[in-house]
């Protein structure tokens, strides 16, 4: 069955009372940084057996079980970049995968490289917060800037050079995970689109992901299907979750919804996920069909009223998440 779960980032393990509120409103399975594990960032990407279940213990406490753990993209940005402490940070990787594999864990996320990255103020486009229905706000962007071509800055990484590092990554970590069972998940460029202000991109459609997983054939390399991404791209995301459904990829879903589409509009807006143009009961449907068993998580978090914190939002969320998935596949039983 299709379970609901969260990301969450390290401050949450200094919140108790939240980690409380998310297994109350039902979420079982949390997707977490590796920030939040002891020594990951001072060793620059490298975590140890009793630091991650020092972790793992914690949110057992709380009911939760770690679902994905995700690499962050500033321990590989230098990957990508083809600084010369990558072999350090490969074998760093190795290493990491090798002690979350053997710790049970099911998924390990890894970071595409971003061009907003290389950006001050690291975003790939013009964002700003709208108002909706009650006045709630929500998350616009607009890339037509951004597209434009542009001569790429001095230090920027070429196509070519991006894909061959990416590989480099997978081919430390993933015969790693596939000894252990676990698989790897790529997220997609958010803005999906091939280049920002002249720095390219090369994860943005599925004819890239495609590509990925001929370079990678391995059958525990698949995506973190991010529907919301997927459909700013312009292309179906009920075609998508078919091919990679059935091609046994989808290993993790962020159940967003949006507003218009890159191609059509060249900007498109975040909303909450009843308001967007796709009727997302069609999408659980969908991933239903396929046999999809993993997670579905709301992801973004909008802005309600009285709700510094978003958790009014989460509940709403993942209220609606659980009234879809009853209906599709019936409630869950002990």
């Not at 998924?107 to 971003?114: R, T």
């Not at 061959?164 to 995970?177: D, G, H, K, M, N």
């Not at 689109?193 to 720095?199: A, F, K, L, Q």
Request: proline share 6%; glycine share 10%.
């Amino acid at each position: 069955m299709i379970k609901i779960g969260t990301r969450i980032s390290p401050d949450w393990m200094e919140r108790p009372d939240d980690l409380a509120f998310l297994k109350q409103i039902g979420i079982e399975y949390v997707d977490i940084t590796l920030d939040m594990v002891d020594g990951y960032k001072e060793t620059g990407g490298r975590i140890e057996k009793d630091a991650l279940e020092k972790t793992m213990e914690e949110l057992d406490g709380h009911g939760l079980t770690i679902e994905r753990a995700n690499f962050l993209s500033a321990e590989l940005m230098p990957v990508y970049l083809g600084d010369e402490s990558t072999p350090r940070i490969l074998e760093n990787a190795e290493h990491t995968s090798d002690v979350l594999g053997a710790a049970g864990i099911p998924l390990l996320g890894v970071q595409i490289f971003s061009a907003g990255q290389m950006l001050a103020g690291g975003q790939a486009g013009e964002y700003s917060w709208r108002e909706g229905r009650g006045d709630y706000q929500y998350l616009h962007i607009d890339v037509r800037e951004a597209m434009k071509d542009y001569p790429p800055p001095e230090g920027a990484p070429t196509h070519d050079e991006l894909w061959e590092r990416l590989i480099s990554i997978y081919q430390a970590v993933t015969p790693v995970a596939e000894t252990h069972g676990m698989n790897v998940a790529m997220h997609g460029n958010d803005p999906p689109i091939p280049s920002v202000y002249g720095i390219p991109q090369i994860l943005y459609n599925q004819a890239a992901y495609d590509r990925l997983f001929r370079e990678v054939p391995n059958p525990n390399n698949g995506v973190t299907f991010c529907v919301g991404t997927r459909y700013e791209s312009g292309e179906d995301v009920f075609k998508m979750i078919k091919d990679f459904g059935e091609a046994k990829r989808l290993f993790h879903v962020h159940f967003r919804n949006v507003l218009g589409t890159i191609p059509a509009n060249g900007e498109y807006s975040e909303v909450a996920p009843d308001e967007g143009d796709l009727n997302m009961a069609d999408v659980a449907r969908a991933l239903h069909e396929v046999d999809y068993d993993g997670v579905i998580d709301y992801d973004h978090v909008m802005r309600l009223i009285n709700d510094p914190d978003g958790k009014r939002y989460i509940a709403y969320c993942v209220g609606y998440m659980r009234g879809i998935l009853n209906a599709i596949q019936g409630p869950k039983t002990a």
